[in-house]
């Protein structure tokens, strides 16, 4: 689990402010995700990175906005959430699409108030 | 379209006996298949994964999967159960339809593993 990490672990935000969540993986892996996991419902992938070209948006709302700056760091930006998007969010990385396995950091807890 | 259902909200079972955590799948072409465990404040962590090959897979902490074409499962098992077990288990598929980056999960069955 060392080779994801994520910062920060918690996070408490209002519904106004801007926030980032930071993700770094130590692996040499080209590929990125983006989930959100809520209580009692399946993983959601947001975004997907491949070589820092983004591959995958699964519909998710224009105030999460993702950036890929080099294929080792991911960072989803938050601005005016909603309650609902209280969650933990986890990013993953992969050595490249298809049958290889995510390895995954710790999440980060946010809470919307 | 792929789906991966896991029917049991939750597993209860007595420390040294076996286990099964139930997982069906439905892909066109042929399935990844993958379990994943998820212990409280962490990241998921791979278990095991089928790609081709044998249909029984092996994995870690001495998890295995079998793999059965005809019934669409990949269930996860376990000889001889530990408290330690207890904790969250995803099933998922590859989506190699969509370019292959995408994974689609199952709802996750929570293992409870009694003393």
């Known amino acids: 689990e060392t080779g994801v990490t994520q910062t920060p672990r918690h996070l408490v935000m209002g519904m106004t402010n801007k926030k980032s969540l930071k993700c770094e993986q130590h692996l040499g892996h080209n590929a990125m995700y983006w989930y959100k996991q809520s209580a009692k419902k399946p993983l959601e992938l947001m975004f997907v990175?491949?070589?820092?070209?983004?591959?995958e948006n699964n519909s998710v709302p224009s105030r999460f906005s993702p950036e890929c700056p080099n294929s080792s760091h991911l960072f989803l930006h938050l601005h005016t959430l909603q309650p609902e998007d209280s969650a933990l969010y986890l990013c993953a990385s992969s050595q490249e699409k298809g049958a290889y396995t995510q390895y995954f950091g710790p999440g980060t807890r946010l809470t919307v108030l | 379209a792929q789906s991966v259902a896991q029917p049991e909200d939750q597993v209860n079972v007595a420390e040294g006996n076996p286990l099964t955590v139930k997982c069906t799948y439905s892909?066109?072409?042929?399935?990844?298949l993958f379990w994943y465990v998820q212990y409280p404040n962490r990241g998921l962590q791979f278990l095991l994964k089928?790609?081709?090959?044998?249909?029984l897979v092996k994995g870690s902490y001495g998890f295995e999967a079998e793999f059965n074409k005809s019934q669409t499962s990949f269930h996860l098992k376990k000889p001889s159960a530990l408290v330690s077990d207890s904790a969250l288990y995803f099933c998922?598929?590859?989506?190699?339809?969509?370019?292959?980056?995408?994974?689609?999960f199952g709802a996750g069955t929570r293992l409870f593993v009694k003393a």
């Open positions: 998922a598929v590859r989506d190699m339809k969509t370019g292959g980056f995408k994974t689609i």
């Open positions: 990175y491949s070589l820092e070209e983004r591959v």
């Open positions: 089928y790609i081709t090959g044998d249909n």
């Open positions: 892909v066109s072409g042929n399935p990844y």
